[in-house]
């Protein structure tokens, strides 16, 4: 599987971005996909993930109400739609795809332990 993210911007607070992961390679399905951010000096973490075939979901606190991710499983692409946007949303997200059937084991887990990953895309939210 290969996954390419776009999507990410230079944001003012408050302001929102959607990034988009598209897959490629093989159906996501029976596959959990989630979206990882680093920052700089900081350990990647999970901050959303959704098993492809049923949508179910999982979010970190510290995004719970501003961000959403969904699916468009005839693209074969997981959205992040991320809303009132913090500084200290700034990272590099990354999308990266498992065949984990648990969202929140797929968002908790050793970044080295998942078997597919994006390039990232840079968001900042900044004034």
């Known amino acids: 599987v290969q996954l390419v993210e776009s999507g990410g911007a230079l944001v003012q607070p408050g302001g929102s971005l959607r990034l988009s992961c598209v897959a490629s390679?093989?159906?996501?399905?029976?596959?959990?996909v989630g979206w990882f951010r680093q920052a700089p000096g900081k350990e990647r973490e999970g901050v959303s993930c959704?098993?492809?075939?049923?949508?179910?979901?999982y979010y970190a606190d510290s995004v719970k109400g501003r961000f959403t991710i969904s699916t468009d499983n005839a693209k074969n692409t997981v959205y992040l739609q991320m809303n009132s946007l913090k500084p200290e949303d700034t990272a590099v997200y990354y999308c990266a795809a498992d065949t984990l059937t648990t969202v929140q084991h797929m968002c908790a887990a050793v970044p080295d332990h998942l078997d597919y990953w994006g390039k990232g895309t840079q968001v900042t939210v900044s004034s």
């Open positions: 959704i098993y492809f075939s049923d949508g179910d979901t």
């Open positions: 390679g093989s159906s996501l399905n029976d596959h959990s």
